[in-house]
């Protein structure tokens, strides 16, 4: 199936400890992204890459790190969880029309939702 | 912060009615919208999407409409089934380059 997939789709874990979310994409997008969607549903814009460039990166902590080791694939490191960082977390990927970024219309994946104990 | 808001949290509907979900925009500059919808445990499912240069545009039992004089932006689903019980919310690119900026959602719950 063409998706965007994450895991895990759940994580639980205590203050402090490190984590990492995956996530892949097999549509053939360029830009990929890191969405949080805190507890009211307010979904904000984390991270964006480009063909594995940082794009976007909207005063996240430095814990919060991604990675990027191919346009298919985006992941996202935290150090030092919080409890704070409790959420959900959404990857998504749009397509661009050649080097132009769109910034449209992105495709999620299911999210994976994050408790810090 | 959020440019995009909604002037409703939730909507509740009979199966069978046209529901009319509302967003309001604070950016004039904004060139593009778009429609998602989130079902419990899922990721958002794009709906439909409109540019600023349009003012209407229309998709299976779905259709969009933009009036930029009041920055208003509002989602009509015609018949509405049990199915279409979530969260939609509305998000808008401000100019080329930038994210998407989502609203609050509203919770539309559908009875039978």
């Known amino acids: 199936d063409t998706a965007v997939s994450q895991t895990p789709k759940y994580l639980v874990t205590q203050m402090g400890n490190d984590k990492s979310i995956k996530c892949e994409q097999n549509l053939g997008h360029d830009t990929m992204y890191w969405y949080k969607q805190d507890s009211k549903k307010f979904l904000k814009i984390m991270f964006s890459?480009?063909?594995?460039?940082?794009?976007i990166n909207e005063t996240v902590p430095n814990r919060f790190s991604p990675k990027s080791p191919d346009k298919a694939h985006l992941n996202l490191h935290i150090n030092s969880l919080e409890l704070g960082d409790s959420a959900v977390y959404f990857c998504?990927?749009?397509?661009?029309?050649?080097?132009?970024?769109?910034?449209?219309?992105?495709?999620f994946g299911s999210g994976t939702q994050l408790s810090v104990l | 912060g959020e440019s995009v808001g909604l002037h409703l949290p939730t909507l509740s509907v009979q199966e069978g009615d046209n529901s009319i979900i509302n967003c309001a925009y604070s950016n004039s500059a904004s060139d593009y919208f778009i429609w998602y919808k989130q079902e419990s445990g899922k990721g958002p499912q794009f709906i439909i999407d409109i540019r600023s240069n349009m003012d209407k545009r229309q998709g299976q039992r779905v259709t969009v409409l933009l009036n930029k004089t009041v920055k208003h932006l509002s989602l009509q689903i015609a018949a509405t089934q049990p199915g279409d019980s979530a969260v939609y919310f509305c998000?808008?690119?401000?100019?080329?380059?930038?994210?998407?900026?989502f609203g609050k959602g509203t919770t539309l719950s559908v009875s039978s």
């Open positions: 890459y480009n063909n594995k460039e940082l794009i």
């Open positions: 998504a990927s749009s397509p661009t029309k050649g080097p132009i970024l769109l910034n449209e219309k992105l495709f």
């Open positions: 998000a808008e690119k401000v100019e080329a380059g930038t994210a998407l900026i």
